[in-house]
């Protein structure tokens, strides 16, 4: 089958683990120490539960949206623009969430996670220039 106007990117299925995976790890695991430390179980229970899960939720949905972006090569080259846009989509569903199912007591974690999981993500992630060639 021939793709015409399919560009190999830097968006596929091993980059997508590479970045989800130590986006539910990492800060599960930070939280999850600092809970142990000072011996609060609701930080525990939070750091695989709405820590964990919200930097991971906002890793995928930041990944997809930086593989559009690509393929329709929109803020290519404005990779500031394009985090900060990206941060504050994250940390605004990360409220909305908060909001919805009425977690105030999980404000914090989750927001702060959303925040963590894009900008690790949006900074990490290359976006590939394609030039426009004509075969």
């Keep these: 089958m021939n793709h015409r106007n399919y560009q190999p990117g830097s968006f596929n299925l091993?980059?997508?683990l590479l970045a989800s995976?130590?986006?539910?790890?990492?800060?599960?695991?930070?939280?999850g120490i600092s809970g142990i430390i000072l011996q609060k179980s609701d930080l525990i229970q939070a750091s695989y539960t709405t820590i964990g899960i919200s930097s991971l939720v906002s890793t995928l949905l930041s990944f997809a949206i930086l593989w559009q972006?690509?393929?329709k090569q929109i803020l290519v080259r404005q990779k500031l623009l394009r985090s900060l846009l990206i941060i504050m989509l994250m940390?605004?569903?990360g409220l909305l969430i908060t909001w919805i199912f009425q977690l105030q007591s999980q404000y914090f974690n989750i927001t702060f996670s959303a925040f963590l999981g894009a900008t690790i993500l949006t900074v990490r992630q290359p976006v590939k220039i394609y030039k426009n060639e004509r075969n």
Aim: proline residues 10%.
């Design 21 to 31: 995976v130590p986006a539910y790890v990492f800060p599960s695991l930070m939280s």
């Design 91 to 93: 940390m605004s569903l």
């Design 14 to 16: 091993r980059s997508l």
């Design 69 to 71: 972006l690509e393929l």
